[in-house]
């Protein structure tokens, strides 16, 4: 299909933390007309309206009066209130993960953005990552897949504990990596630093067989985000943060003997991937952009976000049971 030239205008609701990133990039993309930002914070909503010489709504109405698209960058708390106020004005959605705070508002807001023909899209960044999507054209078949998402303590999340804020990601690239349906997940995680768990692992079984592990912690003293899939003839590792890939292929073993001992010997040789590196961030508003604009299938169907979501509360269920005995 022939692009569309024709800007859309967008607004952004929320300009925290999350929400400063999205007006960064947003205001740097020619094919956008950012019409201006909301904040409950009205006193902060002006300091960045401010910076990017942008208009700051006092009315979250008259922002979505003035909008074709928004991106709800708002604590999860209220995404399901806000998303659902922004497609009944008609407009498209792109909203932070997680989509929703249950599965039962999560499929409210498919429907309706189903019903009016809008494009409602969650924030899974990390799907956008050019390490991630060329790792969809190398996995073929999944054996086991280990997931590593570990960061430092940072007070700036209170609302969501560590599988929400971060293990959410890894669920939703884990599902769509392994082409088979789950079998039964197994969840355990504690609190450390806050009232929700800071530290979890999550264990799915598919009926193919595949097992996939996802471990995350949130009061680490290390950052960490990785990748490691074994398929049957070859072991691949993904670093997050500088987007790269490498595979690991057996090329030869054999038994070595000498007068001492007999030592067994592997050898084997690593294929470092080349990937396009892009931010992640400005690929998933493009992306938004060309499925209002131009028609492009979304790269997630909603059906696999409220999966996702699912595993996580499901999960978070098995957690707090473990808490409370």
């Not at 899209?121 to 280990?146: D, M, S, Y």
């Not at 630093?193 to 079984?205: G, W, Y």
């Not at 292929?249 to 040789?269: C, D, G, H, P, V």
Request: with cysteine; proline share 2%; aromatic share 6%.
């Amino acid at each position: 299909m022939k692009e569309v030239k024709e800007k859309l205008n967008i607004g952004i609701i929320g300009v925290g933390h999350m929400g400063q990133y999205h007006v960064n990039v947003v205001a740097s993309m020619l094919n956008y007309n950012l019409v201006g930002i909301y904040d409950e914070n009205i006193q902060l909503a002006q300091e960045i309206a401010n910076k990017f010489e942008i208009k700051a709504y006092l009315n979250l109405d008259d922002l979505l009066k003035d909008c074709e698209s928004v991106t709800i960058a708002v604590p999860t708390v209220l995404h399901y209130e806000t998303a659902k106020r922004a497609l009944l004005a008609n407009c498209h959605v792109l909203v932070e993960k997680p989509i929703t705070e249950t599965v039962e508002q999560a499929t409210e807001l498919c429907d309706i953005a189903k019903k009016h023909n809008k494009i409602l899209q969650v924030g899974h960044v990390e799907r956008f990552n050019g390490a991630v999507i060329e790792l969809k054209k190398i996995v073929t078949n999944p054996l086991l897949i280990e997931a590593k998402r570990l960061a430092p303590f940072s007070s700036r999340i209170k609302d969501v504990g560590v599988i929400l804020d971060m293990l959410i990601h890894d669920l939703d690239i884990v599902l769509n990596l392994v082409d088979s349906p789950l079998k039964k997940s197994f969840a355990v995680g504690s609190k450390v630093e806050t009232n929700n768990e800071d530290i979890a692992q999550i264990t799915l079984v598919f009926e193919n067989g595949c097992i996939a592990t996802i471990t995350g912690s949130r009061v680490s003293q290390k950052k960490e985000r990785s990748l490691m899939i074994q398929q049957d003839k070859s072991y691949i590792y993904l670093n997050y943060s500088n987007q790269d890939i490498e595979i690991h292929r057996q090329a030869s073993s054999a038994y070595l003997m000498t007068k001492e001992q007999i030592r067994y010997s592997q050898e084997s040789f690593v294929e470092n991937l080349f990937v396009h590196k892009d931010n992640p961030l400005k690929s998933e508003h493009q992306h938004f952009f060309d499925c209002i604009r131009n028609g492009v299938e979304p790269l997630v169907p909603n059906d696999k976000d409220i999966e996702t979501l699912s595993i996580a509360l499901s999960s978070l269920k098995e957690i707090a049971e473990n808490f409370s005995n």
